[in-house]
């Protein structure tokens, strides 16, 4: 179970806003106790994909370093990464499986005319051939 | 010794340690310490043919090694090494 701050989220849904029609994507950060995650604090990443953006994203390396650095100053780790499907459901499409990490929560938000409209977090398997849905809480306004 | 920064999920295979110090003039032999040191985080970072895996980005302070000369590239004593996951995705 994954649990999302007040601050991390208005970030992300402003993030993934902002980008629409493209695909936005960022990192989540904070701890993780007896089995439940909290994401603090999210960062909005550049998104490094060269060629359309409205269906691949791909995390700038930099962004990832300029994050690592400043969880570890914080006490606190990467928890996973976020990314929005313009005009798509919140789902966990094979391109996504086959280019994310096993341990990592991945939060895909669906953004619909510009407008944020679902979320949901999958994990995947260490060989990359599976996701399972993890629970994931948002501030609901 | 440089620093090797190790990404949440391989942490696993270094014992729990976020950092690891190895010595080494290059990426390659300092990857080759750090492998010496934690043999299970090799079948991660490294394919069949002893190859580093796509989507494993290897920084030195702020600088790709593709872009440097890959694992040839020079470190001193003060330098950080990343270990960064490559995430990318679409729909
Ligand atoms: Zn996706």
């Known amino acids: ?141 | 010794m440089a620093k090797i920064l190790i990404p949440t999920p391989l942490r696993q295979f270094t014992g729990g340690a976020d950092t690891v110090t190895a010595s080494g003039a290059t990426v390659g032999e300092l990857m080759g310490a750090l492998l010496a040191a934690h043999p299970d985080l090799k079948k991660n970072l490294y394919n069949d043919e002893g190859k580093l895996r796509s989507f494993v980005n290897i920084y030195v302070n702020d600088e790709d090694i593709r872009y440097l000369s890959k694992e040839e590239s020079a470190v001193a004593d003060s330098d950080t090494v990343s270990i960064i996951p490559s995430i990318a995705g679409g729909r």
Not at chain 1, 13 to 40: F, M
Not at chain 1, 57 to 84: K, W
Request: net charge negative; aromatic share 10%.
């Open chain 1, 1 to 141: 179970m994954i649990e999302i701050s007040p601050e991390a989220w208005d970030l992300m849904v402003d993030h993934a806003q902002k980008s629409y029609p493209n695909e936005c994507c960022g990192i989540l950060i904070g701890d993780e106790q007896a089995g439940l995650r909290r994401a603090t604090l999210a960062v909005a990443c550049r998104n490094a994909y060269e060629g359309e953006q409205k269906d691949r994203f791909l995390i700038d390396p930099r962004d990832q370093i300029s994050a690592e650095r400043q969880s570890r100053e914080l006490g606190l780790g990467v928890l996973g990464f976020f990314h929005s499907h313009p005009d798509e459901g919140a789902y966990f499409s094979q391109t996504d499986l086959k280019n994310h990490w096993p341990f990592y929560s991945n939060v895909v938000m669906s953004v619909r005319g510009g407008i944020f409209a679902d979320a949901k977090c999958f994990r995947v398997d260490v060989d990359q051939t599976a996701s399972e849905e993890e629970d994931l809480s948002w501030p609901k306004s």
